[in-house]
């Protein structure tokens, strides 16, 4: 994955910096946010506040300033941004963006669940052989991290095509990260890859770039100055 840079984002900030990157957002994240309960409003305000200072730092321009114009199905990204190409994804207390530089990009994190949801919903959406070594886990713990890093790359991958979740829902993505998709059937052209990002806590993420052979990236933690 040349050219793709990942960062983490600690969402739970003190007062002051949640304050300075109310500023920097727009009318509709603000509106966003005062629909939100706490903490969740905080941690919305500082994800998209740090999303807006990443971008703004590799476009030149101030995080206010910073325009999203939104895909077919939704997916945010940066106008007049030449080849730079976003993608982040927030989970409780966490957040990940990914920055790229020519590819589609796509990204998400989750925070670990319980393992009985984790063989339901494998059961459920996976295919056959992805729901069986979900099951077939002998620690429940495990059950739920096999579960959530499946997850997480399938909808990385549907991310890095601004698809649906359910058009990745049958792509094969099991295997040793980084993984290389030639088909990622209904979502578009392949080759896609794939790879497993790691993040602190009981959490797990996953990248994925369009076009490209993935490598190992390490993410960097987004500072709040």
Not at 33 to 49: D, H, L, M, W, Y
Not at 116 to 130: D, K
Not at 169 to 190: C, E, H
Request: glycine share 10%; aromatic share 6%; charged share 25%.
């Amino acid at each position: 994955m040349t050219g793709l840079e990942l960062r983490l984002i600690a969402a739970d900030q003190p007062a002051e910096v949640v304050a300075r990157l109310w500023g920097t957002l727009d009318a509709g994240e603000r509106a966003r946010a005062e629909r939100a309960e706490q903490p969740r409003r905080n941690r919305f305000t500082v994800v998209r506040g740090a999303v807006r200072e990443l971008v703004a730092a590799r476009l030149g321009c101030r995080p206010a300033e910073v325009v999203w114009r939104r895909g077919r199905h939704g997916k945010p990204e940066p106008a007049g941004a030449g080849g730079l190409r976003v993608n982040w994804s927030a989970s409780d207390a966490l957040a990940v963006l990914a920055l790229a530089e020519g590819r589609a990009v796509g990204v998400d994190v989750e925070r670990l669940g319980g393992a009985r949801r984790a063989e339901r919903m494998a059961a459920r959406w996976f295919p056959s052989e992805e729901a069986r070594f979900v099951a077939e886990a002998a620690d429940p713990a495990e059950r739920a991290v096999r579960f959530a890093e499946l997850w997480c790359r399938r909808e990385a991958c549907a991310k890095a095509y601004g698809g649906r979740l359910t058009q990745a829902l049958g792509v094969p993505v099991a295997g040793p990260s980084p993984v290389l998709i030639a088909d990622p059937g209904p979502l578009g052209a392949g080759p896609v890859g794939l790879l497993d990002v790691p993040v602190p806590g009981p959490y797990r993420a996953a990248a994925a770039t369009v076009g490209t052979r993935p490598v190992q990236v390490n993410p960097l933690v987004w500072q709040a100055c």
